[in-house]
């Protein structure tokens, strides 16, 4: 996917029956079009970046008004930062065409600059003044999180959209809930005798559960079998039909029922189509931010409006945070759009980390599967700029440094049957380590060094406070001793000195081991068999219980936390 052209271009897919590997994606490269179009990510490569780069090339080079894209992301948050940094790019591109075309250099160091400068000049003077309306009509693009644009379609569809103006959204109805609840359950058992022990707790566990999953297919089939299971699901089933139509009798609207109305709309059917028919009109190409928190009911919304009949959809998104089901996300509706997509492509640079630690985390998560063959760990590359380490001074040299504590040390709360770590007991750890850390950190006055994208050092900053035997004066030397008071308290309640904050959980055992020597990894071994106790000369060794990170093949460097007890990295 490397060619320069101006035209839409379908980008190549694998053959039938094919499970191809995804292809570097540049943003320079060919366009996506025509069907559905799949970037993995991963933290560090660009996402944000290649939406905005994407929008401003749709708008430059295939001439699309601002207006006929759609761009939607998941959080409200994220859609002000989206929505700003599109249109910084936008301005960025014009301003450096609008330069080129005056004699000027144009933002010689901008990749998507030089790309669309790289025209005939009537073509050039065309993209910039598509980007110079774009930018007027701004105010006119639809960057949207899903459900603010699922809502904004609901509306725009007028009754078909089943939904009416007067709605209040709301975010919690448990009230609701609790209310129907006690209705159902009084109405059920308030003359008849209980014989099931069915009882009001039961009642509302179930309703919870209903309500935390609209969508879902409540089992077994409905029946008139008056036993335990029967009447369960009868009370499920009457529990959804009682919060729809008490929702709908006060004009209530929750996000989830957004979602699934509009769904309801897309289906199949003459309502649907002509449902489906506006939408296409309405927008050429939609980018999806964060397609990885994508649960089935929005995954359907998209592929129902703009997976097929013309339309572009580009999903970006990194596949090994699909598995969170905290965040909301649903590892099989990531699986079944990656089985539906016509076209699969990769970010593969890292922009934000440093080489060395990217070569610690291939050694650790290499061929290493989230659950599925498709949701696998995909090594990257760091970019120029990054190769050679940009932190100089710190402390410690290794990129990524290893974490553990013994469940005999007495720092973590244990569980009393599995013995593994309580979270809130590991989390007051891990924040006392990083913040110790931290402290030691800023102590050895690092420099901070700011590279250009071809690697070349533009800036030289030295962080933290004063060295030893160095005179802070003034507001300077205030900040200094309260850092150093900061840093004893600290270090004396947590008892650590070089020690970074990673994470607690049990360890591996010795196969993981094997693996970390064979992948280069200079120490391991020891690792994951030795852990030293510098206040114990070496002495003590024992089964590790902790945590473990690990550095590339530059070296390991372990700590274990002593008592009060200054400790030193094992290399």
């Known amino acids: 996917m490397s060619g320069r052209g101006t035209a839409?271009?379908?980008?190549?897919?694998?053959?039938?029956?094919?499970?191809?590997?995804?292809?570097?994606?540049?943003v320079c490269g060919d366009l996506p079009t025509r069907g559905m179009t799949l970037l993995q990510a991963s933290a560090g490569t660009g996402k944000t970046f290649t939406i905005a780069a994407l929008t401003t090339r749709y708008v430059a080079e295939a001439g699309l008004p601002i207006?006929?894209?759609?761009?939607?992301?998941?959080?409200?948050?994220?859609?002000?930062?989206?929505?700003?940094?599109?249109r910084d790019r936008l301005v960025r591109a014009h301003d450096g065409l609008a330069d080129i075309l005056a004699g000027g250099p144009g933002h010689d160091d901008d990749e998507l600059v030089?790309?669309?400068?790289?025209?005939?000049?009537?073509?050039?003077?065309?993209?910039?003044?598509?980007?110079?309306?774009?930018?007027?009509?701004?105010?006119?693009?639809?960057?949207?999180?899903?459900?603010?644009?699922?809502?904004?379609?609901?509306?725009?569809?007028?009754?078909?959209?089943?939904?009416?103006?007067?709605?209040?959204?709301?975010?919690?109805?448990?009230?609701?809930?609790?209310?129907?609840?006690?209705?159902?359950?009084?109405?059920?058992?308030?003359g008849t005798p209980n014989l099931i022990d069915f009882t009001r707790d039961e009642a509302m566990e179930i309703a919870t559960c209903v309500l935390g999953r609209p969508d879902a297919e409540i089992v077994p089939p409905l029946s008139g079998d008056q036993d335990k299971p029967g009447?369960?699901?009868?009370?499920?089933?009457r529990v959804r039909q009682e919060m729809d139509r008490r929702k709908r009798l006060r004009k209530m609207l929750t996000y989830d029922d957004i979602l699934i109305r509009l769904r309801d709309t897309l289906e199949p059917g003459p309502r649907g189509a002509a449902a489906r028919r506006r939408l296409r009109d309405r927008y050429d190409v939609v980018l999806v931010d964060e397609f990885q928190d994508t649960d089935p009911v929005q995954w359907d919304i998209m592929r129902e409006a703009f997976g097929q009949g013309g339309a572009t959809l580009v999903l970006i998104g990194d596949p090994k945070q699909a598995i969170y089901a905290f965040r909301g996300a649903d590892v099989h509706a990531y699986l079944n759009a990656r089985s539906a997509v016509q076209s699969e492509w990769t970010l593969d640079v890292n922009w934000r980390s440093d080489a060395g630690l990217l070569e610690a985390f291939d050694a650790l998560f290499a061929g290493a599967t989230l659950g599925d063959a498709g949701i696998a760990y995909r090594t990257?590359?760091?970019?120029?700029?990054?190769?050679?380490?940009?932190?100089?001074?710190?402390?410690?040299?290794?990129?990524?440094?290893?974490?553990?504590?013994?469940?005999?040390?007495?720092?973590?709360?244990?569980?009393?049957?599995?013995?593994?770590p309580q979270s809130d007991s590991a989390r007051k750890v891990i924040a006392r380590d990083v913040a110790t850390e931290v402290v030691h950190l800023l102590e050895a006055r690092p420099e901070v060094i700011t590279r250009s994208r071809d690697g070349h050092d533009l800036r030289r900053r030295r962080r933290g406070g004063a060295r030893a035997g160095e005179q802070p004066r003034g507001d300077r030397a205030r900040r200094a001793a309260r850092r150093r008071r900061a840093g004893g308290h600290r270090r004396r309640r947590v008892g650590l000195r070089h020690s970074p904050g990673a994470g607690v959980a049990p360890a591996p055992g010795g196969a993981r081991a094997a693996h970390l020597a064979r992948a280069g990894?200079?120490?391991?071994?020891?690792?994951?068999?030795?852990?030293?106790?510098?206040?114990?000369?070496?002495?003590?060794?024992?089964?590790?219980?902790?945590a473990a990170l690990v550095a590339p093949p530059l070296g390991v460097a372990a700590a274990r936390p002593g008592r009060r007890l200054p400790l030193r990295d094992r290399e």
């Open 380 to 420: 990257i590359r760091a970019a120029p700029a990054n190769e050679a380490p940009r932190l100089v001074g710190a402390p410690v040299e290794a990129p990524l440094r290893v974490r553990i504590v013994h469940a005999d040390d007495g720092l973590v709360t244990l569980t009393a049957k599995k013995r593994e």
């Open 114 to 190: 030089r790309h669309l400068a790289d025209a005939l000049r009537p073509e050039v003077e065309l993209r910039c003044a598509r980007l110079a309306k774009a930018i007027a009509d701004f105010d006119a693009a639809t960057i949207e999180t899903t459900h603010g644009f699922c809502l904004q379609v609901l509306y725009g569809l007028g009754t078909a959209g089943d939904v009416d103006r007067e709605v209040t959204l709301v975010e919690d109805v448990s009230d609701v809930l609790k209310e129907v609840v006690d209705d159902l359950y009084l109405r059920r058992f308030a």
């Open 521 to 546: 990894v200079v120490g391991g071994v020891d690792l994951f068999r030795r852990v030293g106790r510098p206040d114990r000369g070496d002495r003590r060794r024992g089964r590790v219980g902790g």
């Open 231 to 237: 009447i369960r699901r009868r009370f499920a089933h």
């Open 8 to 26: 839409l271009t379908e980008a190549a897919a694998p053959g039938e029956g094919e499970v191809a590997e995804p292809l570097p994606f540049e």
């Open 67 to 86: 207006d006929r894209l759609l761009v939607i992301t998941f959080t409200r948050m994220a859609t002000g930062e989206l929505r700003e940094r599109v």
